[in-house]
């Protein structure tokens, strides 16, 4: 652990510092603590918890997704065994697949809570390695963009070909463009609910005010490219400019803000940069995959093979004195429509929210304004 930096794990509107739980130097400070007198528990930092009292002590409830289950057992069960032991608690865990509640008991108060805690930074702590579930996203879902992708794709693949690393693997799924808020692991039923809820909520606390129940209008123009060497590219994406000031920066902000209070998304940056992916050298292998974060990003550029946008780049870029070539460019009003995977798109209306796997193991979790 790095002392200056340590990892930070937001649970329940906290923040803990997660330190690792095999160190010793604490185990006789906690079980001095599992003796104090009862009224010392109100002291514990995770006093919110659901603490019942029982006949035989103290009993904790906690729900916690079954596929995280394996990284609290731990192998041969020890990780179980050793949080039991210096908590002095029991832990009852469902089985493998099976949704339902951890529970606690122990006949110390403080013992249970610090059980809770100590399962609650495990589970946070391997969340953060699991590959994507879901991407929170705006659908450009309408025929015009996806006829000007398919012509800027063309033209591509006329006069790039020859050029190192460029095939037509590396293009997105016209009926798939979109622009990312987010990416999410949702694990169970109960969480992708939680994400539906909160989107609904996100309309009514903000999305309307900010909006008027007005279309707002954006456009989609110029190329700009996520690496430091244009000859080694391996995300390509289209500019988003907004007709409406700042409104959907402001929308897609909240937003990611909202989803990272919840618990339901990491923050990666202080503000949403709105592009519409249209080349990923990802999508070689996986035409479904999303732009990788930090968990995954060290494996994936080993397996990656970039390629060489320096002729794109120039052929699309952006002049001081005139318009950008026409790749996406595209002034777009929402209107009612319906994409390729069957997702009512709207803007300006009654909001509709859809949450539907696509062919691989990601899906695409929209909101339509």
């Known amino acids: 652990m790095e002392v200056l930096r340590p990892t930070l794990i937001r649970i ?8 690792n739980v095999r160190e010793q ?4 400070e906690e079980e001095e603590d599992f003796y104090a007198a009862p009224g010392d528990a109100a002291d514990e930092p995770c006093d919110a918890f659901m603490i019942e009292e029982t006949e035989r002590g103290y009993r904790c409830a906690m729900d916690i997704p079954s596929p995280l289950y394996k990284y609290i057992i731990g192998k041969k069960g020890e990780t179980k065994k050793k949080l039991e032991t210096e908590t002095r608690t029991s832990i009852n865990i469902p089985g493998p697949g099976v949704e339902g509640e951890i529970v606690i008991t122990g006949q110390h108060r403080n013992g249970v809570v610090s059980a809770r805690t100590r399962i609650d930074v495990l589970a946070e702590s391997f969340r953060k390695k699991q590959p994507f ?20 794709k063309e033209e591509v693949l006329e006069k790039c070909s020859n050029d190192c690393g460029i095939s037509s693997t590396l293009f997105q799924n016209p009926a798939k463009l979109h622009l990312t808020i987010g990416t999410l692991v949702l694990l169970n039923e109960q969480e992708i609910q939680k994400a539906q809820e909160l989107l609904k909520k996100c309309k009514e606390d903000f999305i309307d ?3 008027g129940g007005k279309p707002l209008t954006i456009e989609v123009t110029g190329i700009e490219y996520m690496n430091d060497d244009p000859a080694m590219i391996d995300v390509l994406y289209a500019k988003v400019h907004t007709k409406d000031g700042s409104k959907l920066q402001l929308i897609a902000d909240r937003m990611m803000e909202r989803f990272v209070t919840s618990g339901l998304m990491m923050k990666e940056w202080d503000r949403v940069k709105l592009h519409a992916t249209v080349m990923n050298t990802l999508f070689r ?24 946008g320096r002729k794109i780049l120039k052929n699309h870029m952006v002049a001081d004195h005139g318009s950008p070539p026409p790749i996406l460019h ?24 859809t949450l539907q796997p696509n062919c691989s193991s990601l899906s695409l979790l929209v909101i339509t304004l």
């Open 25 to 28: 130097a604490h185990q006789q």
């Open 209 to 211: 005010s900010i909006t």
């Open 133 to 152: 579930t879901h991407f929170l996203s705006i659908a450009l879902n309408q025929a015009a963009i996806q006829e000007k992708f398919l012509q800027f």
């Open 285 to 308: 292998k996986d035409p479904s995959a999303e732009e990788q974060n930090n968990r995954t990003a060290g494996k994936a550029s080993k397996e990656r093979e970039s390629f060489d």
């Open 330 to 353: 595209h002034t777009v009003h929402k209107e009612a429509t319906k994409n390729g995977s069957g997702c009512l798109m709207k803007f300006g209306c009654q909001n509709q929210i």
């Open 12 to 19: 329940g509107g906290r923040v803990y510092r997660k330190t």
